[in-house]
């Protein structure tokens, strides 16, 4: 159809530009009568919700350089540059694996997190990756400013698509009906402090609200796995640290917690440089992406966390194949640092 055309015209243009693209498959809840979880399937967006997606973006990105242009007072979503000391850290973890991230006194570019991403695609480090760059990206907010939005890749970006749920677009849709009309004399705009108020109220209900959501969705899912201690499962590595690794099960498709002392007798190092957790001496090894059977062990009551424990094989352990693939990932990286290449939810 033709939206769906138009659709792919504004998509090819969002990554022309360097717009991140940090979406993911998320497991979606299903709820019985009783409000209990019944089933926790993974969603995948189709091309129905890209479409709207892309229409919303272009009719806020519209409107938002509209209201610059007459120097209305009003609302823009803003999201702004990654702070230069989480770039650093950001630059130091994903320096073991293979990517590079140019730093430099002007920060980073959309383009470069995008080439990183796309360097990650398919790769078993895929979901890690993504993770620490979320992690050093700033939280999107509302300001009287225009000041741009850096994960979408505009100089002007504003939330005027949903007025009937969130305050902010209200405000834009008062402002731009006052400017569509010429009304907006400085008798008629509201108050300075009264734009300013309203961004920051909006900002903290938002984080608010979020937090709430997170919170439910934990509480949802550790009742449903609670169900389900002793049940056996297969999952994959996406995190890793001196805590010990944190996966995401096949079914369901949860994320769970390996405490490093439930990964057998032993000590267990973690080693920064090659991004393993390594059982001493010759202990068992443990790498992003990596495949674990595992037992649903116990459920956190507070933190509503899932942990679980090994089962299955005897796991395979560190060796000279181990060292020569890490020798040939800083290899790698010494080469492309050489020639000086490059490496939100809430839009």
């Not at 730093?103 to 470069?112: E, I, K, T, W």
């Not at 049940?231 to 805590?243: K, L, M, R, Y």
């Not at 010494?334 to 290449?341: E, P, S, V, Y």
Request: charged share 35%; glycine share 8%; net charge positive.
């Amino acid at each position: 159809s033709e939206a769906a055309a138009l659709a792919r015209v504004l998509l090819r243009a969002r990554r022309r530009r360097g717009a991140l693209d940090l979406e993911a498959p998320e497991p979606r809840l299903e709820l019985g009568a009783d409000g209990r979880v019944t089933a926790i399937a993974l969603y995948d967006r189709g091309l129905a919700e890209r479409m709207i997606e892309e229409f919303m973006i272009a009719a806020n990105r519209a409107v938002a350089e509209f209201l610059v242009d007459r120097r209305a007072r009003a609302l823009y979503r803003v999201h702004e540059e990654p702070d230069p000391r989480r770039l650093e850290r950001l630059a130091e973890i994903l320096d073991p694996l293979g990517y590079d991230l140019p730093v430099s006194a002007r920060g980073v570019r959309p383009a470069d997190f995008a080439r990183l991403l796309e360097q990650a695609r398919g790769r078993p480090e895929q979901p890690f990756v993504q993770r620490q760059l979320l992690r050093s990206l700033a939280l999107a907010r509302y300001d009287p400013e225009c000041l741009g939005h850096f994960g979408l890749a505009l100089g002007r970006y504003t939330h005027f698509t949903s007025p009937i749920r969130r305050y902010p677009d209200l405000v834009v849709h008062r402002a731009l009906r006052a400017a569509r009309r010429e009304r907006a004399r400085a008798g008629d705009a509201p108050a300075r402090d009264v734009i300013e108020l309203a961004a920051a109220e909006s900002s903290r209900l938002e984080r608010e609200a979020e937090a709430a959501e997170r919170e439910a969705r934990s509480w949802l899912i550790a009742q449903f796995m609670g169900e389900r201690i002793g049940d056996p499962a297969v999952g994959t590595v996406i995190d890793i640290g001196p805590f010990g690794l944190g996966l995401v099960l096949d079914e369901p498709p949860v994320e769970a917690t390996l405490p490093v002392e439930r990964l057998g007798p032993g000590r267990y190092r973690f080693d920064t440089r090659r991004m393993v957790l390594r059982g001493e001496p010759r202990g068992p090894l443990f790498r992003l992406g990596q495949r674990l059977d595992v037992i649903v062990d116990r459920i956190d009551p507070l933190g509503h966390r899932i942990e679980v424990a090994l089962a299955g094989e005897p796991l395979p352990r560190a060796g000279r194949e181990e060292g020569r693939r890490s020798a040939k990932r800083r290899r790698t990286s010494r080469r492309r640092r050489g020639r000086g290449d490059g490496g939100w939810r809430g839009r």
